[in-house]
């Protein structure tokens, strides 16, 4: 994506508009958020962009503390998320409602672990598989029951995998995402919608 991090803070230094921003106007791969309702306390929104010739689109829920990202198309169901970190003083939403110059930025992060795992769906999905098993292999192996595609990012075990995936992630393919839970969300997303791309 052509788009770097210091575009992201030139460009979020420009006035924006109160129901859609185009955030990065002039490049084939515009991101457009459009706020469907905001409060002080949650704005839920939808965007759009372009991406190696597919139309991406995807919705989002910010809170002051949490952004959590999905994907509509081209494949549902792919998610990130992102917490503010501990002692931060610069919340997702602004004091009268919106989207803070924080959460916005943010947003952009998460869209770039969208492509991430899109592009490793896309080139690799056998790679996504094998550490998936992998993982699976590790629990049995301690002695818990784990059902494939099947296991509660929230819970303790999803937990334990989630970190382990994400770990694995950062160093075989050089990306460290924002949410280790969202990863193992979408990877489980990614088995159930689209099995026969997994097939050895």
């Keep these: 994506m ?14 924006s508009k109160a129901n859609s921003s185009k955030l990065n106007p ?9 706020i469907e309702t905001s409060t002080p306390l949650k704005v839920k929104g939808k965007l759009q962009l372009s991406y ?23 494949f549902k169901g792919m998610v990130a998320a992102v917490g503010l970190e501990p002692g931060s003083s610069a919340p997702f939403l602004q ?12 947003i952009y992060f998460l869209v770039f672990d969208i492509f991430h795992l899109y592009n490793l769906f896309r080139l690799k999905p056998q790679a996504l ?13 301690k002695g818990e029951t784990v059902e494939f ?9 999803g937990n334990t995998i989630a970190t382990w995936l994400h770990s694995q992630v950062k160093q075989k393919f050089k990306h460290s995402y924002c949410s280790p ?4 969300y979408s990877f489980q997303n990614l088995l159930g919608l ?5 097939v050895l």
Excluded: H
């Excluded at 052509?2 to 006035?15: D, G, M, R």
């Design 2 to 15: 052509s788009v770097s991090k210091q575009n992201i803070e030139k460009e979020l230094n420009k006035p």
């Design 181 to 184: 839970k969202g990863l193992l």
């Design 95 to 106: 004091n009268n409602s919106g989207l803070s110059k924080v959460g916005q930025q943010q």
């Design 129 to 141: 598989l094998a550490l998936y098993q992998e993982a699976l292999a590790i629990l049995k192996t």
């Design 149 to 157: 595609g099947k296991i509660d990012p929230s819970s303790d075990l």
């Design 52 to 74: 190696l010739n597919e139309q991406f689109e995807g919705s989002f829920i910010a809170t002051p503390n949490l952004i959590k990202l999905k994907t509509i198309q081209p």
């Design 26 to 34: 002039g490049a084939s791969n515009d991101m457009q958020l459009f």
């Design 194 to 198: 689209f099995p026969k791309d997994f």
